[in-house]
């Protein structure tokens, strides 16, 4: 028994490394990360299962202490207290809908997987297991994505049957900025900076183990592997994921050269000089997205030489942030992108990165909340934001992950995280800056067992911190997705096997071979487990059939289909009735067919019955939205669907209008800087014979975007209601100077005033 539970734990851990990176379903509400983290939960469950089992059967805790212990444990202290006294306590367990990463529950599986690792035989030879593996999986989303840059992606093949880039929406192209399976080109990059390091290393050592053989084909399949994740590396456009990796090679190439100091010369003219002068050789033959090198690649030299009149946009320089809260298309299969060009994405992250200052400056010790930025930026967002292309767009992350935790989690949180990081890559680094003939005789009289050990592992341990060091620059401009949070914490545990710093393998097999028979009572308790264990596997496994649900029936929203969609939101309700972001969808699903049914003409024999339906329908949108605004009161985005809801219905009974007034009310106060919110309360006030109120708030929406078409149309209406006529005509001007010579609303308004 305890050999089946060590089986299926380390071969979960290998299915971790090897699946989850290109882990896709296209049926889901997300594509990517949705599924790389469910599939992430359900492995945690199974090593969780086999190794209370494992301790069941020896009748002792297998537990392994290890230097990070305050620091995580401390950390994870921060995010239950974070979680306790969160702006939406349910996002903060659960995490983000549409992702999930970075929810309290996340936390627990990463922190949970670092310590079953550690306490269960860890060895050098699964760490080299685990890095091969890593590396496969890695060639298989290189592979993957590397066609889409020509025009042909296997995404699209495999669900749609065109191999093209047809499935994804014209602001989302992989021909632009490949993203393969990880579902962004930024996360895709961060990805690839983690295992070039450990390519690298391999390729050094296979290289040793060639030369004594005679034969090269190892270190050439590793210069292979290599250029290919260089090469789609390049193709991601990713500023940030590049200098993640330029900075981690610069670490580990210097590192390396310091320890081997004395064969400087043979380094040289060896097998590192192939290696960096290969990485130079594809820089400058494709380029980069970052201006002080680029003019250094034949691209570079190219533009110089051709000195264009105009400078050309360059789509691919405007480096992506994820947009949340933009729902995927029909299918699920196409994510919303940014739009390329548009405002600078430097110019967007000072901004964003203000507004987490401002959630922190509100909630200095504990944040707002784990995984609650999207509410709090909705809050605390600088009103600068709305001069920007993205105005409008959600952010559910803070795209700086220290940020993301000082907003979220306040001082304790961001605190307590970095400490974590600190601690390990002191340890790390004062334990791995030996010579490598002394670095192997040190790992040899520290383990227990004598494992073979050579100077390889020291280059392993020095590729896993440049991986490690790479996710914190990344992290900066960005934020982790689950493969990278995952090996945020899986290298620390990697690094402490390789450093010899664990002693657990010895024990554990004295202790199985000093088990005992099994009593009635431990299998009892072992049968307890399994069914817990299948419990919870079953739990997740109806959480990912109910969202399928809710994507088709959100899709189909999307579409008009509002009947066809409604059984599918009860379907998903049915499967998880507690996730109030179904709730939200099915609310405004109600209404409008609602609104439907009332506003057509049915025949006499039919009315009766249209009515009582629709009557129906409005009640349970009205007791769904109250049920949801109870349990979450500080959600901007519910409270915007509850305006739409109670907007919809007051077009069939204006007594729902004063009801779509509160709520948008509410959600301006929730929202102060938001223009598009301070437009729709205009247009509200309009509808409701408030003129001069509707007035102050286009006012205050054209002073917040001065560019905003519909809100300088609409107040021009309300200043020609109110006889203010030259004010009117000043707005239409407006927009036919600054925004659109040829606006259609704007010159027959101004004709007929005239």
């Not at 299926?8 to 599924?35: G, Q, R």
């Not at 060895?123 to 298989?140: D, W």
């Not at 200098?243 to 081997?260: D, K, N, P, R």
């Amino acid at each position: 028994m305890i050999k089946a539970c060590n089986r299926i734990i380390e071969y979960s851990f290998y299915a971790l490394f090897l699946i989850v990176p290109w882990a896709l379903w296209k049926d889901t509400s997300e594509l990517f990360e949705l599924n790389k983290m469910w599939l992430t939960w359900g492995l945690t469950i199974i090593i969780g299962m086999a190794w209370f089992i494992k301790m069941i059967r020896l009748r002792r805790v297998l537990f392994q202490r290890t230097p990070l212990d305050i620091p995580i444990v401390l950390f994870l202290l921060s995010q239950i207290i974070s979680t306790i006294f969160s702006l939406d306590s349910h996002v903060s367990l659960w995490g983000y809908y549409s992702r999930f990463n970075g929810g309290l529950l996340s936390i627990i599986s990463y922190i949970f997987l670092y310590y079953a690792f550690l306490s269960n035989s860890p060895t050098i030879a699964k760490v080299q297991r685990l890095m091969t593996i890593s590396l496969i999986s890695g060639l298989i989303v290189a592979l993957w994505g590397l066609p889409s840059h020509f025009g042909y992606d296997p995404t699209c093949l495999l669900f749609r049957g065109t191999f093209d880039v047809s499935c994804w929406t014209a602001d989302f192209i992989p021909t632009i900025r490949i993203f393969s399976t990880l579902g962004q080109p930024d996360w895709l990059a961060a990805y690839l900076a983690i295992l070039i390091p450990i390519a690298i290393a391999k390729a050094i050592s296979d290289k040793k183990e060639a030369i004594s053989r005679n034969s090269g084909l190892l270190f050439a399949f590793g210069l292979s592997l290599i250029a290919l994740f260089y090469i789609d590396l390049l193709y991601t456009r990713a500023r940030s994921g590049i200098l993640g990796l330029w900075l981690s090679l610069a670490f580990f190439f210097g590192t390396y050269f310091w320890i081997q100091r004395k064969n400087l010369k043979s380094l040289i003219i060896n097998h590192l000089s192939l290696i960096i002068g290969l990485l130079l050789l594809i820089t400058f033959i494709i380029g980069t997205p970052i201006n002080q090198v680029r003019m250094l690649t034949l691209e570079g030299i190219k533009s110089v030489l051709q000195k264009p009149a105009t400078p050309a946009s360059n789509a691919a320089d405007a480096e992506s942030l994820k947009k949340t809260g933009e729902r995927s298309e029909v299918g699920g299969l196409a994510p919303r992108s940014p739009n390329v060009g548009g405002t600078e994405s430097g110019d967007i992250r000072i901004n964003v990165w203000t507004g987490a200052i401002n959630a922190w400056k509100a909630n200095p010790i504990f944040g707002t909340g784990v995984e609650t930025f999207a509410f709090a930026y909705y809050k605390y967002k600088p009103v600068e934001h709305n001069l920007t292309s993205e105005w409008n767009f959600l952010y559910n992350k803070a795209h700086n992950e220290y940020l993301n935790y000082l907003a979220t989690t306040g001082l304790f949180g961001l605190g307590t995280y970095i400490t974590m990081i600190v601690v390990f890559l002191w340890l790390a680094l004062t334990k791995s800056t030996n010579t490598f003939a002394n670095f192997a005789k040190k790992l040899a009289s520290i383990r227990e067992k004598h494992e073979s050990v050579s100077p390889q592992n020291s280059t392993i341990i020095l590729a896993l911190i440049a991986g490690y060091l790479s996710i914190l620059v990344t992290n900066f401009f960005g934020f982790s997705v689950v493969i990278t949070n995952i090996y945020l914490f899986m290298i620390p545990a990697f690094v402490f096997v390789l450093l010899g710093m664990t002693h657990t393998e010895s024990r554990i097999k004295n202790n199985e071979s000093s088990a005992s028979g099994t009593s009635l009572y431990q299998w009892l308790f072992i049968f307890f487990i399994i069914l817990a264990s299948l419990f919870m596997i079953l739990t997740l496994f109806r959480f990912w059939r109910a969202d399928i649900a809710y994507a088709l029936g959100y899709n189909l929203d999307r579409a008009g289909e509002y009947q066809n969609a409604y059984p599918h939101l009860h379907k998903a309700l049915e499967l998880r009735g507690d996730e109030l972001v179904f709730k939200d969808e099915l609310s405004i699903n109600d209404a409008i067919i609602a609104a439907g049914l009332l506003a057509q003409e049915p025949a006499k024999d039919q009315k009766e019955q249209a009515i009582s339906v629709a009557s129906a329908l409005m009640q349970e949108a009205i007791n769904t939205s109250n049920e949801i605004i109870s349990k979450s009161p500080n959600n901007a985005v519910f409270w915007k669907t509850r305006v739409r809801l109670f907007h919809t219905l007051s077009q069939i009974d204006s007594r729902y209008l004063p009801k779509a007034m509160d709520a948008i009310e509410k959600a301006s106060l929730l929202a102060p800087h938001d223009a598009n919110i301070w437009y729709n309360l205009g247009v509200l006030y309009g509808q409701n014979n408030n003129i001069e109120k509707g007035i102050e708030a286009l006012e205050k929406t054209i002073r917040m975007r001065p560019n905003y078409r519909d809100a300088h149309y609409a107040l021009g209406l309300y200043y020609h209601t109110a006889s203010l006529d030259e004010k009117a005509i000043a707005q239409m001007r407006y927009i036919l100077d600054r925004i659109n010579p040829n606006d259609a609303g704007a010159l027959e308004s101004l004709k007929a005033w005239k």
